[in-house]
C-alpha cells in the first residue's frame, strides 16, 4: 500500500518511564534515550511516521523543560509545533492540546496519535495499517491499532473486537476495553480469540475527536480550545488552564466511553518498552542479550541481558536471567521477574536523599 503524505500526526513525548532506571532519568527520560537503536525513541517515533506526513503537519507535546530536547531530536518543526506542558496531566489532555489546534484549521483531517516510546518492528507495515484505520476515520470512527496477543501479558490493556465494519472491512467496532486484566482472564481472551493487545495509537478525524472531548472531557476540551485560539499563548494562561485539568488517560477518557470505537487488528512486533524484562525480550530477538560490547565478560551467565554504558568493565558470573545495567553514577541489577519493582528501589533512593540520581 503506498504511503500517504495527508496524515496530521501527534507524538506524546511526555513518559518518564521509570521502570527503566538508571537509563532513564529526570532530567532525560525514557523518550529521549537510545534503548535499542543509535537514535533516541523520539527519534526513532519521528523516522517511523514521517512518511505518512511532514513536519508542517507534524506535532510534539511534551514536559515544558523538554521542549530544547525535542527540538534537538527533532530538528526542522515549525514554531509552535513543540507543545511544552507545565504540568503533567497525562494523554488525553496533552492529545488534545495539539487536535484543537488541528482541528481549529482542518476539522476533517485525519490525525493519528502516537506514544514517542513504542518499539514497532516493521515501519513500513505499521504505516499501512495507519492508512487502514484511516479509512474507518473517515467514516466516523475513532479508531485504536490492536496487536494479536502472542501471550496471556497483565501487563496490557485488551481490546475485544465487536462487529466488522462495512468499510474498511479489515477493522471492527469495538465491543469492550479491560485494563490489565489478571492471569486466568488474560489466558481466556488468548484461547478465545477476539481480543488483542491495546497498542494506545489513535486515529481520528480532528473535529470527531474534539466533539467527543467536549462530551466526555468538557474541561479538557474547554482548555485545549481557549489555548488553541492564540499562537502562542501567555504562559501564565497556559499554566493557569492546566491547573484545572482533570489528569486523565485517552483510554480512560474517551476510548472506553464514546461509542464509535474502532479497532484495525494487526500483526505487528510491539511493545512499550514499558520494563527491563521488555527490553531484553526485543533485544534477545534482534540484537543479542550482551549489549556491553568489549566492556563486559560474562562467565557462567545465561539469558541475562547487559548494557554497560559507564566505560567500565562490567563482568558477571554465574547470573541467571537478569538485567545488568550499568551507567556513570549508577548500577542497576534486577531479576527479570522483578522489573517492574524498579520503581520501589526509585522510592528508597529518594527517601535517602540521593536526588542526584533520579
Known sequence: MAQHTDV?????AGGIGTRLWPISRRARPKPFQPLLSSRSMLADTYARVAPLTSPARTW?????????????????LPEGHVIGEPLRRNSAPAAAMAVARIAREAPDAAVLVTPADS????????????????????????????????????GYGYIQRGDRLARPASAYRVARFTEKP??????????????????????????????RCEQYLPEVAAGARRLAATAAPDPDLVEQVYRDLPAISLDYGLAEKTPDMAVVPTALEWSDLGTWRSIKEVAARHRGLDLGGENHVGVLSENCL?????????????????????????????????????????EEIARRGREECL
Do not use: K
Open 8 to 12: 496530521h500526526v501527534v507524538i506524546l
Open 60 to 76: 510534539v507535546v511534551t514536559g515544558a523543560e523538554f521542549v530544547p530536547l525535542v527540538r534537538e531530536q527533532v530538528p526542522g
Open 119 to 154: 518499539y514497532i518492528g516493521d515501519p513500513a507495515a505499521y504505516r499501512d495499517y495507519v492508512a487502514t484505520a484511516a479509512e474507518a476515520a473517515a467514516e466516523g470512527f475513532i479508531v485504536t491499532l490492536g496487536v494479536v496477543p502472542s501471550r496471556p501479558d497483565t
Open 182 to 211: 489478571d492471569r486466568e482472564t488474560a489466558e481466556r481472551y488468548l484461547a478465545s480469540g477476539g481480543y488483542y493487545w491495546n497498542m494506545g495509537h489513535f486515529i481520528f478525524r480532528a473535529g470527531r475527536f474534539m466533539e
Open 306 to 346: 547487559v548494557l554497560a554504558r559507564s566505560g567500565r568493565l562490567v563482568v558477571t558470573v554465574g547470573l541467571e536471567g537478569c538485567v545488568v545495567v550499568d551507567t556513570e553514577d549508577a548500577l542497576l541489577i534486577v531479576h527479570e521477574d522483578r522489573a517492574q519493582e524498579v520503581r520501589q528501589a526509585l
